[in-house]
């Protein structure tokens, strides 16, 4: 599900550079970020959550964040697992929504069956924008919150 957890997290702080846009070699054009990175040397507590700080190798700024223990970021992990799950479970009930919408649509007005494909079509959008949001987070959970992050965000990799 995700990588392992140690005594330390293994997300780091980033500091961002610089932003520019790419031609890809496929002829598109993409946004490449480059980030100043910094391991952050807080230590997991045994139970619940630490406070703890960071000083950014970039900028020098010093970051305040909470770090969680084991137990409470393998919780965090699994409430995002549950949440990608009803996420994809959103769309797939407006997909069926949908389909069930298709066998009645021979008794339906064009305006009801205009309506029932618009809530199918947005309900199954937000489900797969949420299903993917959430599994982002999810693969990014390594219990480390930024309490004041100014200008800064965490970066797995
Ligand atoms: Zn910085």
Redesign the pocket.
């Known amino acids: 599900m995700a990588t392992p957890l140690g005594e330390y997290p293994t997300i780091r702080?980033a500091?961002t550079l610089g932003v520019r846009e790419e031609l890809t070699r496929f002829g598109s054009r993409q946004i490449v970020t480059r980030y100043?990175l910094?391991s952050i040397p807080v230590r997991r507590p045994a139970e619940g959550w630490t406070s703890g700080t960071v000083d950014?190798?970039?900028?020098?700024?010093r970051?305040d964040l909470r770090v969680a223990s084991v137990p409470a970021t393998v919780r965090k992990r699994w409430q995002r697992a549950l949440f990608t799950l009803a996420a994809a479970g959103v769309a797939a009930f407006f997909v069926w929504f949908f389909l069930d919408g298709l066998h009645h649509s021979a008794t339906e007005t064009a305006g009801e069956a205009l309506l029932g494909v618009g809530v199918s079509v947005a309900g199954f959008v937000t489900g797969v924008a949420f299903f993917f949001y959430s599994l982002i987070k999810q693969s990014m959970e390594d219990g480390v919150r930024l309490e004041r992050p100014e200008?800064?965000r965490l970066y797995k990799g």
Do not use: N
């Not at 950014?56 to 700024?61: A, D, R, V, Y």
């Open positions: 702080l500091h100043g910094t950014c190798e970039t900028c020098g700024l970051i200008g800064h």
